[in-house]
């Protein structure tokens, strides 16, 4: 009898953890330029990757998703792409990407690309080809004669629309002897998404790296997929400016982009796509393909990303609302606000998955918008919520941004502002070589010169040190992957997150498990918690981990009624 009960909790404890392999994963963000220079030449590579998917297994990822690596001119590092068929050299060949998806596999880390669909770059085929009149490629991107101005009788571009890096988003073409859209740079012409035969040749695409062996696409900029369609008269329609705070008409933020942006065809491409997802994964019995989505758009546009109720969408939509939402000035209220907010709205089901991001290559990073007292707290509010979590690299060794001088400045945000405002635009800071170790370049590359500056830091904060050092950020991190794996913290139901003046608490439990306490303190200062209080079975418990900077020692045991939160420290704990 008492076997028989131990046989069914187990095999219950068993189903439980039976998720698939991106439910409940840590998706690692690595942006390939910067990650490790294999040769030498200062620009990070494909062997590099390969080189240290070891690194990533033993921090505990499930899976890397690589920025941009395609044939590219690098008007946009790498998101204006000229063949998405070929590996951009400066990364390496197609035999270097097999080479690293064989060691991926050996390893044991899924490898994600990211699908760059609104856009090619100007020196792709197929926009010579369009430009040239070619039948196959006419209509392969948006073109349009312009119009006249009554006043002037000059030709003008077709609309007010703006570039999301300033000016026109319409450029002329000599030879053509039309206007063409591009919602990113010049060098970015956007494709026609109402063109079916664009659609299948991106499908295409989409297959032809399935089949060689990743396990998903990063989706780039997907509010930018589609166009309102022209008027009646062949006309766009002009958008509307913004009411306030945004006077400059050449800046992006000074029009309300209702034509440009958030189109509901958009939704019906992402469906298309996860049907393309799950038909590989059906007609070749592979591993699931997954979809993350990126889209800075509406909280209602983001749950519509994850499927309509009929069809489904993005596996991972991301959830930038809470990007968005907190930040250094956050309360604990608005945390726990911000958390629920997602939980309560998204789809329930269990194909449905909460996620949690604060970086990626387009912001600041988090040790600098936060300060780095609060890498650690963030880290483990990151780590320890339910569902999926995405990180962008060397948040796990709290890596800050650089100052990178106007004459240094390569992104082309920032390059297409002045010198006196550069910096605002710039995600150069965000960008700087990976530290790897104390050796000439943060080890980085055994070149003299990188592509970006390292930080001055690398000789105190990089992953050799931290590695080496009892406590430190990637030891915390390292503890806190090991516990995702706990039956308890893959049940993604029932959360109960509370705000206690400054602290955030909550607990992950399952049946037959281990309840686990977080304890986060947003504020500056000490207070004192009972966990009983919010939890009333627990009476002990002991430090799993927490913050460098922590009152506590990891395996210390507390009496729970009387958990001291110190200022800007998070604290993970198991009830004993
Ligand atoms: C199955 O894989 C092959 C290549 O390995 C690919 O050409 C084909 O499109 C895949 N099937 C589906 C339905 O995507
Ligand atoms: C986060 C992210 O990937 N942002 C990209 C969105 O798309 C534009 C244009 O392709 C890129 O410049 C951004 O880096
Ligand atoms: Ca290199
Ligand atoms: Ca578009």
């Known amino acids: 009898m008492k076997l028989l009960i131990s046989l069914v909790l187990v095999i219950t404890a068993t189903l439980r953890v039976n998720?698939?392999?991106?439910?409940?994963?840590?998706?690692?963000?690595?942006?390939?330029?910067?990650?490790?220079?294999s040769d030498g030449d200062g620009i990070g590579d494909l062997n590099g990757v390969t080189e240290k998917l070891q690194y990533l297994k033993d921090v505990g990822f499930t899976a890397a998703w690589l920025s941009p690596i395609f044939k590219s001119p690098m008007a946009d590092f790498g998101y204006d792409i000229s063949d998405f068929y070929k590996i951009h050299p400066e990364y390496g060949?197609?035999?270097?990407?097999?080479?690293m998806i064989k060691k991926a596999k050996e390893v044991g880390i899924k490898i994600i690309l990211d699908f760059v669909p609104n856009h090619t770059s100007d020196e792709n085929e197929w926009f010579k080809k369009s430009v040239d009149g070619d039948p196959k490629y006419k209509d392969y991107y948006i073109w349009h004669n312009g119009v006249i101005d009554p006043t002037t009788g000059q030709r003008k571009p077709p609309s007010n629309w703006l570039s999301a890096f300033r000016y026109s988003a319409w450029e002329?073409?000599?030879?053509?002897?039309?206007?063409?859209?591009?919602?990113?740079?010049i060098k970015q012409p956007d494709l026609n998404y109402r063109n079916p035969a664009v659609v299948e040749e991106m499908k295409n695409v989409m297959r032809f790296w399935l089949a060689k062996g990743i396990s998903g696409f990063r989706i780039d900029a997907c509010p930018f997929l589609f166009e309102v369609e022209l008027d009646r008269n062949g006309l766009y329609a002009d958008e509307p400016p913004v009411t306030s705070g945004c006077p400059d008409p050449d800046d992006y933020c000074h029009l309300q982009h209702i034509y440009t942006n958030d189109r509901p065809e958009t939704f019906d491409m992402i469906y298309q796509w996860r049907e393309l997802a799950e038909s590989f994964k059906k007609e070749n019995g592979s591993d699931t393909k997954i979809l993350l989505t990126e889209a800075y758009t509406s909280f209602e546009n983001m749950?519509?990303?994850?499927?309509?109720?009929?069809?489904?969408?993005?596996?991972?939509?991301?959830?930038?609302?809470?990007?968005?939402?907190?930040?250094k000035d956050s309360k604990a209220v608005d945390v726990v606000q911000n958390v629920n907010k997602w939980l309560n709205a998204m789809p329930k089901g269990k194909d449905f998955y909460p996620n949690w991001v604060l970086g990626n290559h387009d912001n600041k990073r988090l040790a600098s918008r936060f300060g780095v007292e609060r890498a650690d707290l963030l880290n483990i509010l990151l780590q320890t919520l339910p569902g999926n979590a995405v990180t962008y690299n060397g948040e796990e060794l709290a890596m800050t941004d650089v100052f990178i001088s106007w004459d240094q400045t390569v992104d082309p945000q920032a390059c297409n502002a002045n010198p006196n405002n550069f910096n605002d635009y710039s995600r150069d800071p965000a960008r700087t070589p990976f530290q790897w170790d104390a050796s000439p370049n943060a080890g980085f590359t055994e070149g003299s010169e990188t592509w970006l500056p390292v930080a001055q830091d690398y000789?105190?904060?990089?992953?050799?040190?931290?590695?080496?050092?009892?406590?430190s950020h990637l030891q915390i991190f390292k503890k806190l992957i090991r516990l995702r794996k706990e039956p308890?913290?893959?049940?993604?139901?029932?959360?109960?997150?509370?705000?206690?003046?400054?602290?955030?608490?909550?607990s992950r439990y399952t049946q037959n498990s281990d309840r686990y306490v977080i304890i986060l303190n947003f504020g500056k200062t000490d207070q004192s918690i009972d966990i009983s209080a919010h939890f009333p079975t627990v009476r002990r418990v002991e430090v799993i981990t927490t913050s460098i900077q922590s009152n506590y020692n990891d395996g210390e045991v507390i009496d729970a009624t009387k958990f001291v939160a110190k200022g800007q420290v998070g604290t993970v704990v198991v009830q004993i």
């Open 19 to 37: 998720a698939d392999w991106w439910q409940s994963g840590n998706f690692y963000q690595i942006y390939p330029r910067s990650f490790r220079d």
């Open 93 to 99: 060949t197609l035999e270097d990407f097999e080479n």
């Open 172 to 185: 002329w073409n000599d030879v053509r002897q039309q206007y063409y859209l591009h919602q990113f740079a």
């Open 303 to 327: 749950m519509k990303f994850y499927g309509d109720g009929t069809r489904k969408g993005s596996y991972v939509p991301f959830n930038f609302d809470f990007m968005g939402n907190v930040n």
């Open 459 to 471: 000789k105190t904060k990089n992953v050799l040190m931290q590695e080496r050092a009892p406590h």
């Open 488 to 506: 308890s913290m893959q049940d993604i139901n029932n959360l109960s997150i509370k705000a206690v003046d400054n602290v955030v608490i909550y």
